[in-house]
């Protein structure tokens, strides 16, 4: 049994826990505000909002329905359309602003833009024109053109920035931005029982295979999904934690990219964090996007990937025993680099899951580069990501030498790559151009790049060889 809240009613389901949000609102409910567009988690038509609750409040983000299990609804606030509607059939400051814009020509993408628009209103993050247009990086509209609907954002900035007494959501009820009922979401999601994704002891659980947020299963095998025994590790409260310690950040496997995009220590030890991970998919992906997801994928332009290898992070595996008997899971752990055998080949059985995910703190600078054939919501051509300790610690333009190294690369191989030999090569090596050129010819004998859609062989190798460079423009201020 899945029990959600829907809009405004409460949800019991004894549907497979794999059959989509998109379908259950759709053709369950005949709640048909909610567009069908590509199903693959690209154009946002399908988008709805998921409340949670997390530290005793309602914590709004948006999520593609189209990639979302109903396991993953479980506990949870589920908005379409209908549920912010006004009743008396007057529009919302959101629907407003988008029509005084004239952003919307067939309405078919208006649905998916007027979700996220509402979320950047019930949302705390700073109402600049930036983090408005940033709301609707996950939504595609063909016909009325970008810039209507931009001012249409922009319009909802100084209007939804939240009191000094309000929280956001209080302020969206108080301006009509969302209906009266959301005020007893809280109330009614804490007395809902404990649904069974959530709070779900690791050791009682026997999956044959694992889901998290979905972003790539449901891509890859849709129809599959829907009656998958697949167990959902996506809200997981063990798997759903960033810690820091003197030395070490340790983080739950279930941890999304937002999640980094709102964590102190994130922020605090990634100062480019956000310039960085607005390079990865669009809003509403990143909120579901899982670590381990990226991980386990094995894709070998797998973002999070990249940016973890360069970390040079170990993983924890758990393996639950076959039987609730109470033992505890057995654990092991092993270098995230060593995690990649061959193409989609890891060093992991079938029953084990990723719990953990840890690095140490011990680097100086970092930076994340990422070439795709379009900026924002498109896989990387070829991505690489650093971490270096330099002695003295070089701000632009000082002479260091680099005492800890760890580069990765992506799109390169058929594995997720981590550099060995040129991160072996970079140790001990003072900060110049000539370590940079030398590292360059060291590059070019781990990497065997194939040509196809994303570019030929020699392309990319020039590619990393330009990004690597970057690393050192962009940390150091040297200049090739
Ligand atoms: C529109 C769109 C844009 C995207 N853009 C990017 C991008 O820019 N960069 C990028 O890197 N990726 C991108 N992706 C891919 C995807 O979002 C990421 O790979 C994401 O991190 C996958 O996580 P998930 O939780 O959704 O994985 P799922 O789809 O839930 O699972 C993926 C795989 O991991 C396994 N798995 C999940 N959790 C665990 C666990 N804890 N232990 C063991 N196995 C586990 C599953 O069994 C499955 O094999 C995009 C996807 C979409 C749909
Ligand atoms: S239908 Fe396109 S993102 Fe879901
Ligand atoms: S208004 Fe037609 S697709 Fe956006």
């Excluded at 069974?196 to 095998?221: E, I, K, M």
Aim: net charge neutral; hydrophobic share 40%; charged share 25%.
């Amino acid at each position: 049994m899945i029990r959600f809240i829907l809009n405004n009613q409460t949800i019991e389901t004894e549907l497979p826990k794999g059959f989509t949000v998109l379908d259950f609102v759709r053709y369950r409910k005949n709640l048909k505000g909610t567009k069908i567009g590509c199903r693959e988690g690209d154009c946002g038509a399908c988008t709805v909002l998921v409340g949670e609750l997390i530290d005793k409040k309602v914590k709004y983000r948006t999520q593609t329905s189209c990639l979302m299990p109903l396991a993953n609804a479980a506990g949870k606030h589920i908005v379409t359309i209908e549920g912010i509607n006004k009743e008396n059939g007057e529009l919302t400051e959101v629907q407003q602003a988008l029509v005084d814009e004239s952003g919307t020509q067939c309405g078919f993408c208006t649905v998916g833009f007027v979700m996220s628009l509402t979320n950047f209103c019930l949302d705390e993050t700073p109402k600049t024109n930036e983090m408005a247009v940033s709301a609707i990086d996950g939504n595609i509209c063909r016909c009325t053109g970008y810039k209507s609907i931009e001012r249409a954002a922009m319009k909802l900035c100084d209007k939804s920035e939240p009191s000094a007494v309000a929280d956001g959501l209080s302020c969206a009820i108080e301006k009509e931005i969302v209906p009266e009922y959301f005020k007893d979401i809280n109330f009614r999601l804490k007395v809902m029982s404990e649904p069974a994704a959530l709070n779900r002891s690791l050791q009682q659980t026997v999956p044959t295979r694992f889901v998290s947020g979905g972003t790539d299963l449901y891509v890859q095998r849709p129809e599959v999904m829907v009656h998958a025994e697949a167990e959902s590790l996506f809200d997981n409260t063990e798997l759903r934690f960033i810690k820091e310690s003197d030395d070490f950040v340790e983080l739950g496997a279930s941890v999304v990219v937002t999640d980094l995009l709102e964590s102190e220590v994130f922020n605090r030890l990634f100062p480019n964090l956000y310039k960085h991970l607005k390079l990865v998919s669009s809003t509403p992906i990143r909120n579901m996007a899982t670590l381990a997801g990226n991980f386990v994928n094995a894709s070998p332009i797998g973002d999070m990937t990249a940016w973890f290898l360069a970390l040079n992070a170990q993983i924890e595996l758990s393996k639950p025993p076959a039987s609730a008997d109470g033992r505890t899971a057995q654990t092991r752990n092993i270098a995230l680099k060593d995690f990649y055998l061959g193409y989609k080949q890891l060093a992991k059985s079938d029953d084990e899951f990723i719990s953990k995910i840890r690095f140490r703190k011990n680097f100086t600078n970092f930076n994340f580069e990422k070439v795709c054939k379009r900026t924002y919501l498109d896989i990387a051509s070829v991505n690489t990501a650093i971490s270096l300790r330099s002695e003295p610690p070089a701000s632009a333009g000082g002479s260091s030498v680099i005492t800890k190294a760890h580069v990765s690369a992506g799109g390169v191989a058929p594995i997720p790559l981590y550099l060995r030999k040129t991160s072996e090569f970079l140790r001990g090596r003072e900060i110049s151009q000539e370590t940079i050129a030398e590292a360059h010819e060291i590059i070019q004998t781990e990497i065997a790049p194939i040509s196809d859609v994303r570019g030929a062989e020699n392309y990319k190798r020039l590619l990393l060889r330009q990004l690597f460079t970057a690393h050192f423009v962009e940390l150091f201020n040297i200049k090739p």
